[in-house]
C-alpha cells in the first residue's frame, strides 16, 4: 500500500510555542490530505481537508488561526498548532488519498503535549 | 448528514473466542465507501478493509469477515478464533461521494481486549 510519513512522532512542547506536524506522501502524490485529531480512548475527528496549492477546509468548531494548514506540494502538508496550550495536548494524525480514488492512507500520528 | 455508529464500547473476550464488532452507517448518497481500521496501543492505524456501496458480497481474510447489509445500513466485522494480538481499537469508518474529497467519518470504536 502507499506509505505516509509523519514526524514528529512525539513532542513536548511548553505552553506558548508553537509546534509543526508533516506528513509527506512517500510513494505517490496526494492532492488532497486530511488531519485528524483524537483525545484519549476517543474516536478521531476531522479537523481539515488540505487541498494541494489551495486554502484548507476547516470543520466547523475548530480554529483556523490555531491550527493552520499548508499543503504547498503533491506530497507534504503540515500543521503548525500556534501558541499552544495544554488543551492542544492530543494525538494528531494525518492521511494522504490515493489521487481520485476514495480510499486515503494514515500516518504514524504525533503524540503532543504541551506542559 | 452521515454518522457511523459504534454501539459496543468495549468488548473482552477469552483467546479463541469468535468475537463481533457491529458497525451501523447513515448516509443519502448512493456511492459510498465503508471501511474498518485497526488501531493498536501505538496509535497507528491499520487498514483492514474498504468495501464500496455496490458490493454487497461478504468478504473472508483469514481469520477475519465482514457482512455488509444495506438493507439494515450495517457493516458489521468478525474475527474468528481470536488472539491476544487482535487487541485494539477497532474503527469503523464511511466516506461518501456527494463530498468530493472522500474524507472519512469515524465511528467511535470498539476496544476489543483478548484475554489468555
Known amino acids: 500500500g502507499a506509505v505516509v510519513s509523519q514526524h514528529p512522532s512525539r513532542v513536548i512542547c511548553k505552553s506558548g510555542t508553537s509546534v509543526k506536524i508533516e506528513c509527506r506522501s512517500l510513494?505517490?502524490?496526494?492532492?488532497?490530505m486530511f488531519w485528524y485529531r483524537q483525545f484519549p480512548k476517543k474516536s478521531l475527528m476531522l479537523m481539515a481537508t488540505s487541498n494541494e496549492g489551495s486554502k484548507a477546509t476547516y470543520e466547523q468548531g475548530v480554529e483556523k488561526d490555531k491550527f493552520l494548514i499548508n499543503h504547498a506540494s503533491l506530497t507534504l502538508s503540515t500543521l503548525t498548532v500556534t501558541s499552544a496550550h495544554p488543551e492542544d495536548s492530543s494525538f494528531y494524525i494525518c492521511?494522504?488519498?490515493?489521487?481520485?480514488?476514495?480510499?486515503?492512507?494514515f500516518g504514524q500520528g504525533t503524540r503532543l503535549t504541551v506542559v | 448528514a452521515q454518522k457511523v455508529t459504534q454501539a459496543q464500547t468495549e468488548i473482552s473476550v477469552v483467546e479463541k473466542e469468535d468475537v463481533t464488532l457491529d458497525c451501523v452507517y447513515e448516509?443519502?448518497?448512493?456511492?459510498?465507501?465503508l471501511f474498518w481500521y485497526k488501531q493498536p496501543p501505538s496509535g497507528e492505524l491499520v487498514f483492514l478493509i474498504r468495501?464500496?456501496?455496490?458490493?454487497?458480497q461478504n468478504e473472508i481474510s483469514g481469520r477475519y469477515s465482514w457482512n455488509f447489509q444495506k438493507s439494515t445500513s450495517s457493516f458489521n466485522f468478525t474475527i474468528t478464533a481470536s488472539q491476544v494480538v487482535d487487541s485494539a481499537v477497532y474503527f469503523c469508518a464511511l466516506s461518501g461521494s456527494m463530498d468530493s474529497s472522500y474524507k472519512l467519518i469515524f465511528g467511535s470504536g470498539t476496544r476489543l481486549l483478548v484475554r489468555p
Open positions: 510513494d505517490f502524490q496526494a492532492t488532497t
Open positions: 448516509t443519502r448518497d448512493t456511492t459510498y465507501y
Open positions: 492521511s494522504a488519498r490515493v489521487g481520485e480514488r476514495a480510499e486515503a492512507f
Open positions: 468495501r464500496n456501496s455496490f458490493d454487497e
